[in-house]
């Protein structure tokens, strides 16, 4: 099951599949296509799983393993892969906070978010390989965008799994929280990413022309927001 949080322009999707560690099945792609409809307009975007040991445990190899021929295969590669395309394409900032372990297609879940945060204690690691196969949901693109071309393909070449800090050190992980209290840091993050103009940011730093990038400000120079908050700082300054 896939469950949508909608709350003050935050979006929180929660795969919420305990009997398989959160495992992506075909179902569950559909339901992740549906959310993300309900979440278009939502100013920020958290993708999570249920519970505290699994993120994403990869593909659900019990319902996947009724495809046996290429064709079935591709297919299936290409489902997951426009989902994950999606969300890498949001308007709005992008979290995938790690609650627990991202292995196989759950890191390739977790790196089509723009940011990922994750609880001190979790594993995260491109180990396809341990099955013979390989990444097949745009995520060895976007590793190797993270952490650059040779590292990338160590990493899913080997299968090598990193304990969070690690993973952090090479910029796998953007930031690693305090298990006691990530829930409420993510959160924190989060609303932050919501309630500021960081979806005009992300699309500038996407490639915006000069001229895009001007005019984003500009309307942002003359809204309410801006002005409320330059009055109050402007007092202070008094």
């Known amino acids: 099951m896939v469950d949508l949080e909608l709350d003050d322009g935050l979006a929180v999707i929660t795969i919420d599949r305990p009997q398989a560690r959160n495992a992506i099945a075909p179902e569950t792609m559909e339901q992740l296509d549906d959310a993300l409809d309900r979440a278009q307009d939502a100013r920020a975007l958290v993708l999570r799983g249920a519970g505290d040991r699994a993120f994403v445990s990869g593909g659900d190899l019990k319902q996947l393993a009724a495809l046996r021929t290429e064709d079935d295969a591709a297919a299936m590669a290409r489902r997951m892969r426009s989902v994950c395309d999606r969300i890498a394409g949001f ?12 292995l196989g297609g759950g890191a390739e879940f977790a790196v089509a978010a723009d940011i990922r945060l994750a609880a001190a204690d979790i594993k995260i690691g491109f180990n396809q390989v341990s099955l013979a196969i390989m990444p097949a949901w745009g995520g060895a693109e976007r590793l190797v965008s993270l952490v650059g071309y040779s590292t ?4 899913a070449g080997t299968g090598t799994i990193l304990q ?5 050190r090479i910029g796998l992980i953007d930031r690693v929280l305090p298990r006691e209290t990530f829930d409420d840091d993510w959160r924190a993050i989060a ?6 103009p960081a979806g005009e940011i992300k699309r500038v730093m996407r490639g915006a022309s000069t001229d895009e990038a001007v005019a984003a ?18 007092n202070r300054a008094k």
């Open 164 to 168: 969070a800090p690690e993973a952090e």
């Open 91 to 102: 308007p709005g900032p992008t979290i995938a906070a790690l609650n627990g372990h991202a």
């Open 191 to 196: 609303r932050q990413l919501a309630h500021r």
């Open 152 to 155: 990338a393909l160590l990493l």
């Open 217 to 234: 400000f500009a309307r942002l120079w003359v809204s309410d927001e801006h002005w409320a908050t330059a009055d109050k700082a402007m």
